[in-house]
């Protein structure tokens, strides 16, 4: 299953590089040992979980590259969500995906996008994302999305709803007037690093 909307993840990993550490950095601090967190797809949520090498936490992934990131890590404990394999963004999707999340549960989850429009509206181009991202973010008690400033304004033609459970922005920019309104509206905390 090959996607139109985003470049392949090769191509973008190495895109706002800094600023997806400095991000990746900050979410790292809010993982505590001993907790459960879910790491979607994408390069940000990569970076962190290379900051995750040698810490006590189990990690829930559709992501193979975080898999390869973490996988001798003798302290991590690393599930493996199964799916139908995406070379293009180096993870699993699909119905398995979905339904696996369905049977867990996390403290945290790390989110990634392809973008969040001016009135805070998570997007992604895959549509096949979107209800991977749902249940992710259903499956855990704090959500926080990862979004460098390239991901402001949005696009894509999957509309993620603003979860109850979305409890902070980390972005590397100070973000558009309205999309900060829209997230203040929902109490959402907006971190710029």
């Known amino acids: 299953m090959v996607s139109d909307g985003d470049a392949p993840f090769g191509a973008v990993e190495s895109v706002n590089r800094d600023a997806k550490e400095r991000i990746a950095r900050a979410a790292a601090e809010s993982v505590h040992d001993g907790q ?28 193979m590259a975080v898999y390869e990131v973490l996988r001798d890590e003798r302290e991590v404990h690393l599930v493996l969500l199964p799916g139908d394999y995406d070379r293009v963004y180096r993870s699993v999707s699909g119905f398995l995906t979905t339904e696996s999340l369905r049977l867990i549960r996390a403290d945290q989850a790390f989110l990634g996008v392809s973008g969040i429009t001016e009135d805070g509206d998570l997007r992604d181009t895959t ?9 992710m973010v259903a499956a855990c008690d704090r959500a926080t999305v990862l979004a460098d ?33 829209a997230f203040a509206r929902h109490d959402v905390e907006v971190a710029i690093v």
């Not at 390069?43 to 189990?58: D, E, F, H, I, W």
């Not at 549509?127 to 249940?135: E, F, S, Y």
């Open 149 to 181: 400033h390239d991901k402001f304004p949005g696009t894509g033609a999957g509309r993620i709803d603003l979860p109850r459970a979305l409890r902070r922005v980390i972005t590397d920019a100070p973000l558009p007037g309205p999309t900060a309104e």
């Open 36 to 63: 459960t967190i879910i790491l979607d797809i994408g390069t940000t949520t990569l970076r962190l979980a290379q900051l995750l090498r040698g810490r006590r936490v189990t990690v829930i992934t559709p992501n």
């Open 127 to 135: 549509l096949a994302q979107v209800p991977i991202k749902q249940a």
